[in-house]
């Protein structure tokens, strides 16, 4: 049912020849109360609940696993209706939560640094299953104690499994869900695409009205490295990805993030920092740098004084450069472990 845009639920009543005002009565308990079963939908009448229960699902998603970490970070896998799995995270902060979503099962990207990559792209979500994800994570939320949440309620970021902009139509469908005064009413700079660079998408996000956040997947400066680690985005220019990133900067008034996450004796040593300074000084971006999540005990992050003398080698050239921490080690918050690690049990 939350693939429909919650700006057309009113022409959906009118074809069924129902009041328009019952879509607003619709929205309200797929959004403001978010409720999970048609009976619970009170004020509409018993044949327009019996109608839209025919044609429509309320539960895409099904809830088959969730962790808490000792950081506080909480890790959920959930069942599609094909039985594919995806994951998202809800990470604590000081004064809100940032919820982490997917995008896809799967990706095609083939990151070498990423879970998600190594079972490719299986299909895309659509805008419902993307939107559940949110409200369920919302849900469990309202059952925690105020201090866990915070009193700035939360952010979304699309930093889960996928590429969004590989994605963009259901992304786009559902980020209008969210900024809607009927849906979410959330405002779009609580909202980042997370994205590895993908040029495509990258000029349809430009032309598009809408103004949530950006951040794009660097993690190296040199061509062939960036290659190596990143096959796919790796095919464009840095440079040309950098200048669509710019232009989306300039026209929404906002700076974009660079990520980069470093990797222990690969891409974090001071000719890494220097190089990318270079490329990015003087623009209107800002750096989060990422120590890598280890994946099966093998390539991982490098010591601590090393992430910290890459940021101050930043800060020295003049780009403004932060350290963000990924919280959840313990329970293999990162994008794809989860599924990755239960879909191998699987086929033991």
């Known amino acids: 049912m939350r693939d429909v845009p919650v700006a057309e639920l009113r022409s959906l009543m009118k074809a069924r020849r129902e009041p328009e005002y019952r879509g607003d009565q619709l929205a309200r308990w797929l959004y403001r109360d978010a409720v999970w079963h048609w009976d619970d939908m009170r004020n509409l009448p018993r044949h327009l609940r019996d109608g839209l229960a025919e044609d429509h699902d309320l539960q895409g998603l099904h809830p088959a696993e969730h962790q808490v970490s000792r950081d506080g970070t909480r890790k959920y896998l959930y069942t599609l209706r094909d039985d594919h799995r995806i994951e998202s995270v809800i990470i604590p902060m000081e004064s809100h939560a940032t919820f982490c979503i997917s ?4 990706c095609g ?12 792209l299986v299909r895309n979500l659509s805008s419902g299953e993307i939107i559940e994800q949110v409200l369920r994570l919302a849900d469990d939320l309202r059952t925690e104690p105020r201090q866990v949440l915070g009193d700035r309620g939360y952010n979304i970021v699309f930093m889960g499994m996928g590429e969004p902009l590989d994605n963009l139509d259901a992304v786009e469908s559902a980020i209008a869900t969210f900024v809607n005064g009927q849906g979410l009413a959330m405002s779009p700079r609580r909202i ?19 103004t949530v956040g950006l951040t794009i997947s660097v993690n190296s400066s040199r061509p062939e490295l960036r290659r190596r680690l990143m096959p796919v985005p790796g095919r464009t220019p840095l440079a040309e990805t950098l200048e669509l990133a710019e232009r989306y900067a300039q026209t929404r ?7 980069y996450v470093l990797m222990d004796g690969i891409n974090d040593g001071d000719g890494e920092a220097s190089a990318l300074a270079r490329i990015l000084a003087g623009r209107p971006f800002k750096v989060n740098l990422i120590p890598m999540n280890r994946i099966d005990g093998k390539q991982g992050p490098p010591p601590a004084e090393r992430v910290l003398g890459f940021q101050a080698r930043l800060r020295d050239e003049g780009v403004e450069a932060y350290v ?5 080690d313990d329970i293999a918050a990162a994008c794809g472990q989860l599924r990755d690690k239960r879909g191998h049990e699987k086929k033991l």
Do not use: N, P, W, Y
């Open 324 to 328: 963000r921490i990924s919280g959840g």
């Open 103 to 106: 995008s896809q099962v799967g």
């Open 192 to 210: 980042t695409i997370s994205t590895s660079g993908h040029v495509e998408g990258l000029m349809r996000l430009i032309s598009s009205a809408m």
């Open 253 to 259: 008034h906002r700076r974009v993030t660079i990520a």
């Open 109 to 120: 990207m083939a990151c070498s640094f990423c879970a998600t990559a190594r079972g490719g």
